[in-house]
């Protein structure tokens, strides 16, 4: 898509497409000589502002091609000579076309509007504080379009330029609704001329009433811009194909150090039929082998190839006229490796396509389903069933956190496990597909290097929210790609922010690390009602905690807030006379469960005023962790808002810990923690 030759419109050619979506532009003329600038800039009237016109120059100021504030005739001349003098110096291959002689508009608070194509999730509308120190700002918010009214309203409000626009320190407030409508025929404007690739408008200049822009740059390619494909249900594969009756191994092994063995072993506990496949064995861990899968019997579903790349496509033929109907292609050395890798995995799609074969991978780790006793892969051990779908880009980080799982005290289970490999025909939205429609599954985490369909991503993933909590860890967070875009002022939010903003438009929620991903959908899967905001209450018997409480929480976007004094006055009844009367509510270091179940009733009665409570424990002798941790399980009982637990101090309070875990009670150990993933749980919410 950007491989395609681009140009850039003249400045007066954008100005002209702007005031067609109602975007004020300045009078301007462009001129060729110093006499013609002096008569232009009279006929529109001093003082002008003068720029030069060249398609190379894409920053004219840098060139030294604008000079502002051109007074007379005699300056007018002047400027024009030295514009074109700076430009040739600037650039003396750059073709220059004139200059262009602007009126020259009020002064005003400078942003930028921006647009640019994101590969994989299509136009992205860039908004901030703009004007030449653009860069130096980085104070810029990104949509996804098509954006709906109030995600452009919430984009202004979004930047943290936006006290400029409120009015700062007594200066009257700017045209907030003028700058929306701006943003809105932005988006029309970007939307209706396919075949614009990047513009800016930088500056917009804003003012108390209106707006104008001063400087235009669009860039065009001559065909209609390519834009990511949409969601395609057909392409997705029916579920029975999950539900294999019988499954060959192809390269199944005697020998422990092949996958072939580990792949075979990991089946032996399906519950369907299971062959073996290997022209050099008659029995391959106790089990009748066949040489190959033409050769076998009765029917098979699903094969797991485990051979060389270059014998894949051939067995891929075979697996065709047995009528497979899902190949798990475990083996490396395809698209990842090289052309010829490319090329065997094209051909490999190929014939699979023509017999109707789906694939998982190549090179993964495979898919497991432990609800099925469905092993592909060659994991050391296999996981439990449970309730959590892990849809991973990294072989590695899979067998990872299977084997985290299984570690003693943090027992966990999953519905599926899959490491989608090159994705050469099944991919992330597959699995995310059969995610929301089994039945065992609660909640999804995806672990994602690049989505290459982000359209189709995100439409699909804004109908699974809808049912199942979907969290999501990005990758490459770094500054990578950011220093390349930043002579692009459209670009200046690198492709981590476009993923952000995606996920936040379908109702994904981003996790930072392995831990907070498991800890958030978790709590996302047990949640008796979506959580529609982010106000906590705190509950404790450790002051220090309630004061560290409010940073972190402020942090993480966690609304310590505040109670109606009807509210206070009702615990007040109860709480000794020196409480702090305040949220977080500090019960006191001799604290009984009398004082936290008065606290909770009162705040189970009024579940409008708040979104989730946390109490925050320390090991004391006036209660056990287990009297703590059943006062939260009781409560839990009576409120669908959501109550967790946090219990620092180490192994003391375990039994509680314990407890809470078996209750199905988020419960955390570590009180910074405790914010960070709430503060990403809420997230979407406003
Ligand atoms: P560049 O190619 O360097 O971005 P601009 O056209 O944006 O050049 O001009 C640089 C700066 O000059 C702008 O940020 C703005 O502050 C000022 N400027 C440009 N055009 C006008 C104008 N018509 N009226 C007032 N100020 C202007
Ligand atoms: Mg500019």
């Not at 500056?203 to 001559?222: H, T």
Request: net charge negative.
């Amino acid at each position: 898509m950007s491989a395609k030759p681009t140009k850039m419109l003249s400045e007066a050619d954008g100005y002209a497409l702007l005031r067609q979506y109602d975007v004020p532009a300045p009078a301007f003329e462009i001129v060729q000589s110093p006499e013609d600038a002096a008569k232009a800039a009279a006929s529109i009237g001093y003082p002008v502002v003068m720029k030069i016109v060249s398609p190379q120059i894409i920053h004219k100021s840098d060139a030294g091609g604008v000079i502002v504030g051109v007074k007379d005739d005699a300056a007018a001349k002047e400027a024009f000579d030295k514009i074109v003098a700076n430009a040739k110096n600037y650039n003396p291959d750059a073709e220059i076309k004139g200059v262009i002689i602007e009126e020259m508009a009020k002064p005003g608070l400078e942003l930028i509007v921006g647009g640019k194509i994101d590969p994989a999730f299509g136009r992205v509308l860039t908004f901030g504080l703009g004007g030449t120190m653009v860069e130096f700002h980085k104070d810029v918010g990104i949509r996804l379009l098509p954006a709906e009214d109030d995600e452009l309203r919430s984009l202004i409000r979004e930047i943290k330029g936006y006290t400029l626009i409120k009015g700062y320190r007594g200066d009257a407030p700017k045209d907030e609704e003028f700058l929306f409508q701006v943003l809105k025929n932005a988006c029309r404007f970007f939307e209706d001329n396919e075949n614009v690739v990047e513009f800016d408008i930088n500056p917009l200049r804003l003012y108390e009433k209106g707006g104008c822009a001063v400087d235009a740059r669009v860039i065009v390619q001559d065909e209609p811009v390519v834009l990511p494909p949409h969601y395609d249900p057909e392409k997705i594969v029916p579920l029975d194909y999950y539900k294999p009756r019988s499954v060959a191994v192809i390269g199944a092994s005697d020998d422990k150090t092949k996958m072939g063995y580990a792949a075979f072993h990991n089946l032996l506990q399906f519950p369907g039929e299971v062959y073996p496949v290997n022209n050099k064995r008659s029995e391959i861990q106790g089990v009748k082998c066949y040489p190959s899968v033409g050769d076998i019997p009765g029917p098979v579903d699903m094969v797991v190839i485990t051979v060389p790349a270059q014998l894949v496509p051939g067995i891929m033929d075979e697996c065709g006229k047995k009528g497979v109907k899902m190949a798990v292609v475990i083996t490396a050395g395809f698209k990842e490796m090289n052309e010829e890798g490319k090329a065997l995995e094209e051909r490999m799609v190929a014939i699979a396509r023509s017999y109707g074969v789906r694939i998982v991978g190549p090179n993964c780790l495979g898919l497991i389903l432990p609800p099925y006793k469905l092993d592909t892969t060659y994991v050391a051990t296999s996981p439990l069933p449970g309730d959590i779908a892990f849809i991973s880009q990294s072989g590695a980080i899979a067998n990872a956190v299977v084997g985290i799982s299984l570690s003693e005290g943090s027992e966990m289970g999953y519905s599926e496990v899959v490491s989608v490999g090159n994705q050469c025909d099944l991919d992330f939205l597959d699995y995310m597909s059969y995610a929301a429609r089994d039945p065992h599954t609660k909640s999804i985490i995806l672990y994602i290097e690049e989505i290459k369909n982000g359209v189709a991503f995100m439409e699909m993933a804004r109908e699974v929210t809808k049912i199942k909590p979907i969290v999501a860890i990005k990758a490459g967070s770094s500054k990578r790609g950011q220093a390349a875009a930043a002579s692009h002022t459209g670009s200046l939010s690198g492709a981590y922010e476009v993923y952000m903003e995606a996920f936040r438009k379908c109702g994904v929620v981003p996790a930072k690390t392995l831990e907070g991903a498991f800890q958030i959908a978790k709590i996302l899967g047990g949640l008796k009602k979506p959580l529609t905001g982010k106000r906590a209450v705190v509950i404790t018997n450790a002051g220090g905690f309630a004061v560290l409480s409010n940073d972190y929480a402020e942090t993480w976007g966690i609304d310590i807030c505040d109670l109606p004094q009807e509210v206070i006055d009702e615990m007040d009844t109860f709480l000794p006379p020196f409480w702090n009367k305040n949220n977080p509510i500090d019960l006191l270091g001799d604290a009984d469960e009398a004082r936290f179940r008065g606290v909770y009733d009162v705040l189970c009665k009024n579940p409008d005023l708040w979104d989730i409570a946390i109490l925050v424990n320390f090991p004391n002798k006036v209660l056990s962790p287990e009297q703590v941790g059943q006062v939260i399980i009781d409560y839990q009982k009576k409120t669908d808002n959501l109550l967790v637990g946090c219990f620092v101090g180490g192994d003391s309070l375990k039994p509680g810990v314990d407890l809470l875990t078996e209750h199905n009670i988020p419960v955390f150990e570590e009180l910074e923690f405790t914010y960070r993933v709430l503060g990403h749980l809420t997230w979407t919410t406003q």
